[in-house]
């Protein structure tokens, strides 16, 4: 495709700086290939009564009057919008436009989106629409994909963006997490999961060691799955995973990432990100040993999840228990926070979540926690 190529063209250099033209003209080419493939209407009486017969809006003319419809679409075309460079034109009509059933040709542009989204945000309010119309048209206002993607289908996912779940030590749970992430991916949201309640590889199982295999084969699992349960076709599903920087696994976590990193244990699609106390910190300033722990001993030990063990206070205690499982890393705090920034160097992973400083300026702490943190 003609526009392709144009869009790779920006990158050679002409008197050492990208080619900008080039994006302008990947952007009218690309844009002369989605007018081909768009239905046209005559009216859009006709377009509104074609898209709620075949299924693809929902009844708007159920909620509004059509002076009211038509006024808002009024709005949203007299207000010139252009798209300004040939990957936004790209994204819009890729991942957002409505196609017909068969994906072959476009049955909305940029003003249809904004305008059917205003329309069923405003719940059959007109003022409430136009206001909304009016700043998503002036690009001040943009609501968050589930919503600007799903909102006025009447074939659709839901109109959120984010789930937290956190998995346990078990079977039961880890599979009925991962069915629980494939069902909200499908319904249009990005799942993060803490898998730091798991036990490490080689951990004990009913007595017998050496039969745990850790966190990355489910890390697999999850990866295919919301590879498998994606939207409608529209939009890949997401998924992020966090692990507690003191889990027994947290090197072979990060490895996931590498680029050079075995075909059987490497992650491409699932994000990854890190919980880090503030004692990990400590560690490093004072560049001190760095010991990781076996999750399960911890809990058959005290009762509590290493997740929900107070490190920042009792880290020495787990240190000095004989019956807690660890290991001392080859690596110090300082040199594991240097391995961190050289595969996020990499691949842009993991996430950090600092948990300590979290809590600390947390509002609602009477209600709990905060333990990880999302996928955006």
């Not at 991962?178 to 951990?203: C, D, F, H, P, Y």
């Not at 205690?317 to 001392?328: A, G, S």
Request: proline residues 2%; hydrophobic residues 40%; negative net charge.
């Amino acid at each position: 495709m003609r526009h392709i190529e144009l869009n790779n063209e920006l990158t050679i250099k002409k008197d050492g700086f990208f080619d900008l033209a080039k994006d302008k003209e990947a952007l009218l080419c690309f844009l002369k290939e989605v007018e081909d493939k768009k239905i046209l209407f005559s009216s859009l009486k006709e377009r509104l009564n074609y898209m709620i017969q075949e299924n693809y809006y929902y009844n708007v003319e159920s909620d509004y009057s059509f002076n009211e419809i038509e006024k808002l679409y009024e709005l949203v075309y007299n207000a010139g919008f252009t798209f300004q460079s040939y990957m936004a034109a790209s994204k819009f009509f890729k991942d957002y436009a409505l196609k017909t059933n068969d994906g072959k040709h476009y049955l909305e542009g940029y003003e249809d989106r904004i305008a059917i989204v205003a329309l069923y945000l405003g719940r059959g309010k007109i003022e409430n629409a136009l206001k909304l119309a009016n700043s998503m048209i002036q690009q001040n206002y943009q609501p968050a994909t589930p919503t600007f993607l799903n909102a006025g289908r009447s074939r659709r996912g839901e109109l959120v963006s984010c789930f937290l779940l956190e998995m346990d030590d078990s079977l039961n749970s880890i599979g009925f997490q991962i069915n629980t992430a494939m069902q909200l991916s499908k319904i249009g949201g990005g799942v993060a999961l803490n898998l730091s309640k798991l036990r490490a590889r080689g951990e004990q199982i009913k007595e017998i060691d050496n039969a745990a295999s850790g966190v990355v084969p489910v890390m697999k699992l999850l990866e295919d799955s919301f590879s498998y349960a994606n939207q409608l076709g529209q939009r890949k599903g997401a998924g992020a995973t966090y692990l507690n920087i003191f889990h027994w696994d947290v090197v072979e976590f990060l490895d996931t990432k590498k680029i050079n990193a075995d075909e059987k244990s490497r992650i491409q699609s699932l994000s990854i990100g890190l919980i880090v106390p503030n004692k990990f910190f400590e560690l490093a300033e004072k560049n001190e040993p760095f010991y990781v722990f076996a999750p399960y001993t911890v809990y058959k030990e005290y009762g509590i999840h290493l997740d929900d063990f107070d490190i920042d206070e009792r880290y020495e205690e787990l240190v000095n228990n004989e019956r807690i499982k660890k290991k001392k890393l080859d690596l110090s705090a300082r040199d594991l926070l240097v391995k961190i920034a050289a595969i996020q160097l990499e691949s842009g992973y993991p996430y950090l979540m600092y948990k300590s400083n979290a809590n600390e300026q947390h509002a609602l702490k009477d209600i709990g926690e905060i333990k990880m943190s999302n996928l955006c």
